[in-house]
Structures are given as structure tokens and as C-alpha cells.
């Protein structure tokens, strides 16, 4: 709720209201409540900060706020691409191992291609 989340972080709740006619914070709504998560509560930390401490115009926010989204995004796609790659080594891996142990031969070198060098 608006008012809890605004005595949280001492500030008035037209405060909040601003941030999110602003684009900043997309609060749920219920029953024409607000309901804020965790996330929009530790994002609003992120903003007064930012504007109180460091002072940064609303224009300067929208653009930080951009970036760090888009720096999460990258990072999300970043660890899928390890999680493949990883899947990936790990099941040549085991392929080798097999093919070491239970046929006899010894694992192909190389960079994983069926291609002899």
C-alpha cells in the first residue's frame, strides 16, 4: 500500500505517485490500491538515492534506470549462453570419458569437431 511504502522511505505518498505517472515504478493494482513488490520498494530506494544524494534530475533517472535494465538483460542472456555452453562441454565431456572407458579408444583431440587435425 501507498501509504506503508511511503513511512518505509520518508516520503510523502504523492511522492510515489509521481514515480509512477513518471514511468519509474509499476506498482499492481487491487481494488484501486497499490500494491508495491519488493522489487518497485528496492527500485524506489534506488531513485531517492539517486535523486537525494547525488542529485540527479528525473531525466537522468529515466536514463540510469534504462541502462540498469538493460545491463540486467544482458546479464539474464549472458548466463543462459554459460548454461549452454557449459551443458555443452560437459556433455562432450562425458562422451569422451565413455568412449575412453568403454569402447577402448582414445578420446579425438581437437576443439570437439569430428574432424581429425
Known sequence: ????VARMLHVHPQTLRMYEREGFVRPTRTNRQRLYSESDVERIGLILRLTREMGVNKAGVEIILRMRERIEGLQNEMARMMEHLEREFR????TRIRQM???GESPKKGNGSDEEE
Open 1 to 4: 500500500m501507498i501509504s506503508v
Open 91 to 94: 556433455d562432450d565431456f562425458e
Open 101 to 103: 572407458f568403454f569402447s
